[in-house]
Nanobody, 125 residues
């Protein structure tokens, strides 16, 4: 089992920034690829970003490319998502997720084995 706890969400104005953290416990953190998803109000959960086990490769949804940055610190068992130039359409509950065995479908929530409880990000216009 892997336990994931997100933090860092909040209310921010358009153009502002936030840094989300995802603290992991229970298993070897570096064995897992890490992803971030978000669920806007009334919509499905969508892929945001992913970082591989070592942190050497990252992937982003087109909607956040150039504004968000995913990273990880395996020594601290923590993944991060830096959110810059925030827009009202970024308003959502943000979830981190852990993927033990990549099957190449990282855009899909079904790829991931463990999930955090989510943290709310609200961007005011």
């Amino acid at each position: 089992q892997v336990q994931l706890v997100e933090s860092g969400g909040g209310l921010v104005q358009t153009g502002g920034s936030l840094r989300l953290s995802c603290a992991a416990s229970g298993r070897t953190f570096s064995d897992y690829h890490m992803g971030w998803f978000r669920r806007p109000p009334g919509k499905e959960r969508d892929f945001v970003a992913r970082v591989t086990r070592s942190g050497s490769s990252t992937y982003y949804a087109d909607s956040v490319k150039g504004r968000f940055t995913i990273s990880r610190d395996n020594a601290k068992n923590t993944a991060y998502l830096q959110l810059n130039s925030l827009k009202p359409e970024d308003t959502a509950v943000y979830y981190c997720a852990a993927d033990r065995f990549s099957t190449g479908t990282y855009l899909s929530p079904e790829e991931y084995d463990y999930w955090g409880q989510g943290t709310q990000v609200t961007v005011s216009s």
